[in-house]
């Protein structure tokens, strides 16, 4: 007797394990697309900000020799002229997709000079591709986010509800309550992820950037070399993305699923490793260990554990939980009827999800 109700709890954890490595392998995918993408952007900033770059040098430079001094020359009525028409294209740009209005502040301050050396020209010009790629990436973050949190509470309540036999409503989570989750501050610096990319990434780059273009001038180097030193920094700045964009979503994968478990009662957890040769010891030490869900707590007795962590959990139940073949649900009137345990998860959303 004891075998058979250790065998089926085997089973049942084996399903929940299986099936919740199913759903983090999902949701890892999105945010593996998300990076994709955001690598894709920082590629074309470079690009561009190289063209200007050297635009700029071939138009200015006599010889392939020029200092400081020739770049701090106001620009004439023309150069002016020319200078305010791309500043005014850039204001557009940035009012048509929500550019960070600090920046817009400060092209529209520009765009009112009556006199602009050629070397702030220049900086603001390079500069206003670097704000246009972290506006995207803010939003690229900010959806990923969203999409994450959101999907992830709803899948995990179909994988239960699946799992138990027993389907279950939920109300829909409405834009606001995700927003005020995904803004709260998790990590230990109290900042959210949009602030660090303003308020650290962006500032990082953009001074390196303008360090870059002056010191060219002061030692009158070769432009590809002030080139080279603004792509090991892109670099740096990608590897930072990087981080940004895995170690978000893993945290919210795991508070997505969380706050699923709380809402339907589910008392304790598991933690699920990817056992290969990437898992950390951490990730290893604690696979397969039960806690109860008032000890849930991110980084600590919950993944992610750091960065990339590939770790996830599944709700742990008792053996009276079996894996039915159909499933259990209620109708408006509470009325007990019974649905397909292959409902797929678009019409099981549709369809109790209210």
Not at 5 to 20: A, C, D, G, L
Request: hydrophobic share 35%.
């Amino acid at each position: 007797m004891k075998s058979k109700i250790y065998h089926k709890k085997e089973k049942n954890t084996k399903y929940w394990s299986k099936r919740f490595e199913i759903l983090e392998d999902l949701q890892n995918k999105e945010a593996s697309e998300c990076l994709e993408e955001l690598h894709k952007q920082y590629d074309i900033a470079l690009k561009r900000i190289e063209k200007d770059i050297l635009h700029w040098y071939n138009r200015l430079a006599l010889n392939n020799d020029m200092s400081l001094s020739d770049v701090s020359i106001l620009l004439n009525k023309n150069e002016l002229k020319e200078f305010k028409w791309t500043v005014e294209e850039y204001i557009k740009y940035g009012k048509e997709n929500a550019i960070n209005q600090r920046w817009l502040k400060e092209l529209e301050n520009a765009s009112a000079k009556v006199h602009i050396s050629r070397l702030e020209s220049i900086k603001i010009q390079i500069q206003n591709h670097l704000e246009t790629l972290y506006q995207k990436e803010i939003e690229n973050v900010d959806g990923l986010i969203k999409g994450i949190y959101t999907e992830g509470y709803y899948r995990t309540a179909y994988e239960i509800s699946k799992g138990i036999g027993v389907a279950v409503n939920l109300s829909k989570l409405d834009i606001a309550s995700i927003e005020q989750i995904i803004k709260k501050p998790w990590t230990t610096d109290g900042t959210n992820f949009s602030k660090r990319i303003w308020g650290k990434h962006r500032p990082q780059l953009i001074n390196e950037l303008h360090t870059q273009l002056t010191q060219m001038f002061i030692r009158g180097d070769d432009p590809q070399i002030a080139i080279n030193n603004i792509a090991r920094e892109f670099g740096v700045s990608k590897r930072q993305a990087g981080n940004l964009v895995m170690t978000e979503s893993a945290f919210f994968m795991s508070k997505s699923r969380n706050d699923c478990f709380n809402t339907l009662g589910v008392e304790r957890y598991e933690i699920v490793a990817t056992l290969d040769s990437k898992t950390s010891e951490i990730c290893q030490s604690l696979d397969g260990e039960v806690f109860p869900m008032k000890l849930y707590e991110i980084g600590v007795t919950a993944p992610p554990f750091h960065n990339y962590c590939r770790t996830t959990t599944a709700p742990f139940f008792d053996d009276e939980f079996t894996l039915n073949e159909e499933r259990i649900a209620r109708d408006k009137n509470g009325n007990t009827i019974y649905v397909p345990s292959n409902m797929k998860y678009k019409e099981y959303k549709e369809k109790y999800l209210k």
